[in-house]
């Protein structure tokens, strides 16, 4: 059994469906998989030189395929960057798939399902989709395009509904999630739910006195509140604003000059956030850049408690990752957005944070203010969260998950995997 993983960016690219596809292809290749990954030559936040056509890293399989490079800065652009590699990503995978090969197709970028369906069919190769967001849905969430795009996305929603139907299995990364891909006629059968992860060996608690991160940026006598990762315009940013802004003005309570914002990463709203704390001259928030993922233990030490955003009208549709990666530092969450939604519910059911409605400033503060009097309760919130990351969101347990998925449609290969079968009535979590 040989799988090929499809998707734009790779090891050693830091985007999260980079880190996500790197952890479970070399994962799999250490247990004896024959794995290849078809992607592309780029970085995702940088304009490092073309990476080598093919190479083999810790034995897997790289082939890096050409494609424009003109960046995120305008969608029409990055729309052209897509498509060739849609394009280059096709012709890859017909001369590289085999019979009875398995093709995951990632959504970096959107809708790859769609290219591969037919390919993997004349193939003889089996597909699994591997969906980290939904598209168009989430297009259509953020209105981009306005009323021109309604009827294009219908029928693009008709069509990737169609790839989805024809795969072998689809796998879902939430709960909310794959009601969803039930919600698009999706066989319950060829849905599974394996949440994304964090590799909790590498990725550990550092107390604040050992975090020399808090020393360098001068952040040892605060209580920090932190961001990490990319800051998108899926992401919450005006309650955040709203937030700072008032326990700034909140002269007359020492706690709130106690208080420290840090932001660690990047992306459109990122830079958005720092042009507003320049214009409204806030002095309390902190900028970083991305941090080397060697480094991440620190960063993410850095902070007391992490902002965890989701625009509602997203859920279902995107599960912010960085939840995790949060966990496994040990420290809790205050996530911004629906009160049901997946990472409220992570939150309810593990007692590793607080959640906050969408637009809610004011209760954002009193959380920042009810945490930094009773730091205690902070880090039990935060003892929690290591403790379900160990559990059930490790890097180690999304493999096994995955081996063991993989393995069942390999000996299935004889006929479709029942829609109905005992093994795949109901939606499955790691555990």
């Given at each position: 059994m040989r799988a090929i993983f499809i998707n734009r960016f790779f090891y050693p690219d830091h985007s999260a469906t980079s880190q996500m596809l790197s952890d479970l292809a070399f994962g799999l290749a250490e247990r004896g998989l024959k794995i290849t990954v078809i992607t592309s030559r780029l970085d995702y936040a940088s304009n490092a030189p073309p990476r080598a056509r093919s190479e083999a890293i810790d034995g897997v399989d790289v082939r890096r395929i050409w494609t424009t490079r003109f960046g995120r800065s305008r969608l029409l652009l990055r729309a052209i960057d897509y498509l060739t590699f849609y394009c280059s990503a096709a012709w890859e995978l017909f001369r590289t798939a085999n019979r009875d090969d398995i093709v995951?197709?990632?959504?970096?970028?959107?809708?790859?399902?769609?290219?591969?369906?037919?390919?993997?069919?004349?193939?003889?190769?089996?597909?699994?989709?591997?969906?980290?967001?939904?598209?168009?849905?989430?297009?259509?969430?953020?209105?981009?395009?306005?009323?021109?795009?309604?009827?294009p996305f219908s029928l693009l929603r008709g069509i990737r509904n169609l790839s989805l139907r024809s795969a072998d299995m689809n796998v879902a990364i939430g709960e909310l999630m794959a009601d969803q891909l039930s919600g698009s006629c999706v066989p319950h059968g060829r849905i599974r739910v394996v949440p994304n992860w964090t590799d909790t060996d590498i990725l550990v608690p550092i107390s604040i006195e050992d975090n020399h991160?808090?020393?360098?940026?001068?952040?040892?006598?605060?209580?920090?509140?932190?961001?990490?990762g990319n800051l998108g315009r899926a992401h919450e940013m005006e309650t955040l604003l709203e937030a700072i802004e008032a326990l700034e003005a909140r002269i007359q309570d020492p706690l709130s000059h106690s208080v420290r914002w840090l932001f660690i990463g990047g992306g459109h709203t990122f830079e958005i956030m720092k042009r507003e704390v320049l214009r409204r001259g806030l002095k309390s928030v902190t900028f970083r850049p991305y941090q080397p993922r060697e480094q991440l233990s620190q960063s993410l030490s850095a902070a007391d408690v992490h902002i965890v955003t989701l625009k509602p009208e997203l859920e279902g549709l995107i599960v912010p990752s960085k939840f995790y990666g949060v966990a496994a530092a040990g420290r809790p969450s205050i996530f911004i957005g629906a009160p049901e939604g997946e990472i409220a519910r992570l939150i309810e059911r593990h007692d590793c944070g607080l959640t906050i409605a969408h637009s809610d400033s004011a209760a954002l503060v009193e959380a920042v203010l009810g945490l930094s009097r009773d730091t205690e309760l902070c880090r039990d919130m935060g003892r929690r969260a290591r403790t379900a990351c160990e559990t059930l969101y490790s890097r180690r347990g999304g493999i096994e998950a995955w081996a063991a998925l993989l393995q069942e449609i390999a000996l299935a290969k004889a006929k479709p995997i029942s829609d109905t079968s005992p093994a795949n009535a109901a939606l499955g979590t790691r555990q």
């Open positions: 995951i197709a990632m959504t970096d970028p959107p809708m790859l399902s769609v290219i591969a369906a037919p390919i993997i069919k004349l193939r003889g190769a089996r597909l699994v989709t591997w969906l980290q967001d939904l598209f168009p849905e989430i297009a259509e969430a953020l209105n981009v395009g306005g009323k021109l795009t309604r009827l991160f808090r020393r360098d940026w001068n952040l040892s006598n605060y209580f920090v509140i932190g961001y990490s």
